[in-house]
């Protein structure tokens, strides 16, 4: 899934910088998605920043990867 923040919402808690840092950064007082990182919305802790961000100006977008385990066969 695609990750991305809709900069108008965004009002700066830190929230996603603070579950995701490796995916997340401020910018100019405003969330964004590091660089290389928009593919990330599998990642569980994005899933978190998204569902708590007070501003809910985190978008998930597109079909989740399905789960990770033992492949059939």
């Given at each position: 899934?695609?990750?991305?923040?809709e900069r108008d919402l965004c009002y700066g808690s830190a929230e996603c910088a603070y579950r995701a840092p490796d995916v997340f950064e401020f910018v100019d007082g405003y969330g964004v998605v590091r660089p290389g990182r928009a593919e990330s919305?599998?990642?569980?802790?994005?899933?978190?920043?998204?569902?708590?961000?007070?501003?809910?100006?985190?978008?998930?977008t597109?079909?989740?990867a399905p789960p990770a385990g033992?492949?059939?066969g």
């Open positions: 899934m695609k990750v991305s923040v919305g599998d990642d569980p802790r994005v899933r978190e920043a998204a569902e708590k961000c007070p501003s809910q100006a985190i978008a998930l597109g079909t989740p033992p492949v059939a």
